[in-house]
């Protein structure tokens, strides 16, 4: 028999909650089929069975938010006999690899969830003046912080428990109601008070933590250049039909920009680290990073060895992490190990900013919006040209003006000369 655990998904993770069971008691299980749904801080991401077998008790209910390391529930091995409880913790494992746990810490948590599992348990849970016996801690908080009544509240757990989600769901809707648009995060109004109280989701605190340790931490430099595009815009305008009937994607003018921002930082490699403690570490590889804005949060999925893709590659790679990245399904590896990162600004009609360092990393660069307009070239005579401003952030204990100017002079000359 194996005990899962609640895995690290994820750098300086501490906890998860578990969205959805995928399965239940006595269910057949196959090897890395998903035993159930888990959303932390930084990812969601669904947790396969470490064997083939059947599923056995599950001991943390839907909507419960656990600490690293809690059982999880049992899966029984195929040819195996269900263990017996006094033995239970005994050759058990996590996700494959050795950690026993003590008997007494894997029946703990287990009364309140075996009964669900009886006829009896799901009728008791399916009646809603007797869900109140059966609501989690995160249950009870969100209703305590939020003064909701939990009756109102529709479940769709267990026997029609009520998890997080569902009372995460019903704050949602409350202002969307009253008119406010459905992307707004959940407000509570107190009476007398001119204003709203916001509630910040986990994403939206972490986000929130990382900028102000990224200020905090990194003396951080702004420079900027303009470059002119206008080949590269008519390569780009020559290429996206054929492109996306052979591909399947649309070709946008971020995987050129991120190829170019690749070969810069070959020439320029103190821009391509990151910080590991007191140890700054430069990375042959270029593990780019690409800033996506999601309605939960803003997100900064990585395409490992970039450097070593085309700009068909970069384009596929980048529409699947965006995709992934809305729909809330990115794995950890795909939010871990970036070395630099990129951020296309300019889809929100942005002509200038100033991005926050993505430490651990030095440095961030953003593609404003396209601008046509009139510039001075060549013999002094006056063209429209497709102009667009690239910015750059860095920090100013890994590298000095120096390097931050050579890169964006370097990036600027390779974007001008694509086309």
């Not at 239940?24 to 064997?51: H, M, N, Q, Y």
């Not at 091995?77 to 008997?103: K, N, S, Y």
């Not at 009728?123 to 009870?140: H, T």
């Not at 009756?151 to 998890?163: L, Q």
């Amino acid at each position: 028999m194996t005990i899962v655990k609640m895995p690290q998904l994820g750098e300086s993770v501490t906890e998860g909650t578990i969205l959805k069971w995928m399965k239940e008691p006595g269910d057949p299980v196959k090897l890395d089929e998903p035993l159930c749904e888990i959303e932390t801080e930084k990812v969601t991401a669904e947790l396969p069975s470490p064997f083939e077998g059947t599923m056995g008790r599950i001991l943390v209910p839907q909507g419960e938010t656990v600490e690293v390391g809690t059982a999880l529930c049992e899966v029984i091995e195929a040819g195996q006999a269900r263990a017996d409880p006094a033995t239970a913790g005994h050759g058990d494992t996590w996700l494959g690899g050795p950690m026993a746990i003590p008997p007494e810490e894997s029946e703990a948590p287990v009364a309140p969830v075996a009964a669900a599992a009886t006829a009896e348990g799901l009728a008791s849970r399916a009646k809603p003046d007797e869900r109140g016996r059966f609501y989690s801690p995160a249950v009870m908080r969100l209703a305590r912080e939020h003064a909701i009544d939990l009756g109102a509240v529709p479940g769709t757990g267990i026997g029609g428990r009520v998890t997080r989600r569902d009372v995460e769901r019903f704050l949602a809707a409350r202002p969307a109601a009253a008119g406010a648009p459905v992307s707004s995060p959940p407000a509570v109004a107190r009476p007398g008070e001119p204003f709203e109280v916001v509630t910040l989701s986990p994403t939206r605190k972490t986000i929130a933590e990382h900028l102000v340790r990224s200020n905090l931490d990194a003396p951080q430099a702004w420079t900027m250049v303009e470059c002119d595009v206008t080949r590269l815009m008519a390569l780009r305008e020559r290429e996206k039909d054929r492109f996306g009937r052979q591909e399947g994607v649309e070709l946008t003018l971020l995987p050129y920009f991120t190829a170019a921002v690749c070969e810069a930082l070959r020439a320029f490699p103190m821009l391509n680290a990151r910080w590991e403690g007191a140890e700054l570490r430069r990375y042959r590889a270029q593990n780019i990073a690409i800033a996506v804005a999601t309605e939960y949060g803003l997100v900064t999925p990585v395409i490992h060895n970039a450097g070593d893709l085309s700009v068909s590659g970069l384009a596929k790679q980048i529409a699947d992490l965006v995709q992934r990245a809305h729909a809330r399904k990115l794995r950890v590896e795909d939010i871990e190990g970036g070395t630099f990162t990129v951020n296309n600004t300019g889809t929100f009609g942005s002509i200038a900013s100033k991005p926050i360092v993505n430490t651990p990393q030095v440095g961030i660069v953003t593609l404003e919006r396209v601008v046509k307009r009139a510039v001075v070239v060549e013999g002094d005579a006056i063209a429209v040209r497709a102009m667009v401003n690239v910015c750059l952030s860095f920090d100013h204990r890994a590298l000095d003006g120096y390097e931050a100017g050579g890169f964006l002079a370097d990036l600027k000359r390779r974007l001008e000369a694509m086309g």
